[in-house]
């Protein structure tokens, strides 16, 4: 009768298993980072309704490893640019699309 090796050493892995997969708990800190809310503060500088570009005095931009600094975005739609002015301050966030670090997404900062 050797079929109650392998239950025995089933039987051998549980406690492992049980233990591992109560260390996982403590990673529960990483879901209070939510992607949708990551955005980048920054003050308009420029805008150029033609070109589609805008130009912005930004805070770091971690997806795209880019330290603070001012210069101008493409801006997937141009209807964005209508909402803003020179000297607003903003939340945005922007990302790289089709070679162009373009702005996805803006909001006036409150
Ligand atoms: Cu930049």
């Known amino acids: ?9 089933a039987l051998a892995l549980l406690p492992a298993t049980f233990v591992h997969a109560q260390s996982n708990k403590t990673h529960d800190d990483m879901k209070t980072m939510p992607e949708s809310t990551d955005m980048t503060h920054g003050e308009i500088k420029k805008i150029d309704t033609g070109a589609k570009l805008v130009t912005i005095k930004h805070g770091p931009l971690k997806n795209l490893g880019m330290p603070g600094m001012t210069m101008s975005f493409s801006v ?25 670090i373009t702005v996805t997404k803006l909001e006036l900062a409150k």
Request: aromatic share 2%; glycine share 6%; proline share 6%.
């Open 1 to 9: 009768m050797k079929t109650s090796i392998p239950l025995v050493a």
């Open 76 to 100: 997937k739609d141009p209807a964005l640019l209508k909402q803003i002015k020179v000297g607003d301050q903003v939340n945005f966030t922007a990302d790289m699309v089709n070679g162009a």
